[in-house]
């Protein structure tokens, strides 16, 4: 798919107008920062690698390598695609951003899921009730 329309930040960051719809794309909930001043639209946890994988990479840049290629394994599953999916859909109708808490937004998992949606075969598209609840749409 077309990935043109979809940006990464860091959810710290105030949200801009052309960020379009906003969906943190991490497991963990960001310290310090409360549900309203995250200016979120979704809260996408079953595309963010797994907690054993974010624990072993633990941003070690000798582990990079190793851990995209991992979480590339990941994304194959089956909770992992239909988030991508979720994303792309989103992202045919409008600007989507990805944010996450990481320092180093370029060095972690978010380029890996663009890259993925970038592969992502076209198939079928749930339906907004079992699509929410696959996700782990938790908070809203």
Known sequence: MDTTGIGLRRVYEPPETHDGLRVLVDRLWPRGLSRADAALDEWLKDVAPSTELRRWFH?????????????????????????????????SRG?????????????GHVPVIVAALRELPPGRSHSSSDSDSRRGRHWT
């Not at 600007?95 to 060095?107: E, F, I, K, N, Q």
């Open 95 to 107: 600007p989507v951003t990805l944010l996450t808490a990481s320092r180093d937004v370029d060095g």
């Open 59 to 91: 941003h070690r840049p000798e582990r990079h390598d190793e851990f995209v290629r991992r979480y590339e394994a990941e994304l194959h599953d089956e909770a992992h695609t239909d988030a991508l999916r979720w994303i792309g859909e989103r992202a």
